[in-house]
């Protein structure tokens, strides 16, 4: 699921008018919404027609949020004392108009859905069952390909933060069994990030 995944990001490079999103600033938006998106999904249902029960998409009960959000608020104030500039983030700003809200539905919506059922579905899915060490282990490769997915960043601190949210929502979706917490936390958390930019 993972290499599907990740090879979408390639893949996208040859479709007929993907350079023209690129230069609108629309690659993103249509990365997420057209091919990895629906791709997550597809997987994600398949899986669970053939492993019932092993990826639930769980339920919302505030007492299984009240320590999570209180984690999240925690590393974002820690994000925001230390962060290091972020050209990335930076070329962001430009966007206006159906550009800069098609980032933000991305980024607070169709992102949060779709990397949580592949990095805390899947990848963390493969570590279950057997035992506490490789669960561990689970844990870690997990945040580690998460934040190296994310190679529109560029500042060290800016990875080890990347590493220490997904390790954060790989505790989250153990410790509540699904992916819908987790799916609301990346959320917010990405809502944060982008409001700082957008909405200010």
């Known amino acids: 699921a993972f290499v599907i995944y990740y090879s979408l990001f390639y893949f996208a490079i040859f479709i007929p008018g993907f350079m023209r999103l690129y230069q609108n600033g629309l ?12 791709c997550s999904l597809l997987l994600w249902r398949y899986y669970g027609r053939h492993y019932d029960g092993l990826l639930p ?15 999240l608020l925690a590393m974002l104030v820690m994000e925001k004392l230390f962060q290091q500039p972020e050209p ?18 991305t980024a607070c919506l169709i992102a949060p859905v779709s990397e949580e059922i592949i990095f805390r579905g899947f990848l963390l899915n493969a570590s279950l069952g057997w035992g506490k060490v490789p669960q561990q282990v689970g844990i870690v490769l997990t945040s580690l390909l998460f934040a190296a997915i994310h190679m529109q960043y560029q500042a060290p601190l800016t990875f080890i933060q990347l590493f220490i949210f997904s390790a954060l929502l790989c505790v989250v979706r153990l410790g509540t069994g699904g992916l819908l917490i987790p799916i609301v936390l990346h959320a917010l958390s ?6 700082d930019i957008f909405l200010q």
Do not use: I, K, M
């Not at 990405?190 to 409001?195: D, E, I, P, T, Y």
């Open 27 to 38: 690659d993103g938006p249509f990365l997420h919404g057209a091919l990895l998106l629906p």
């Open 57 to 71: 998409f769980g339920t919302l009960a505030w007492q299984n949020l009240a320590a999570p959000l209180l984690a």
């Open 88 to 105: 990335w983030l930076d070329s962001l700003e430009g966007y206006t108009g159906l550009t800069r809200w098609a980032w933000v539905f």
């Open 190 to 195: 990405n809502l944060f990030a982008v409001g």
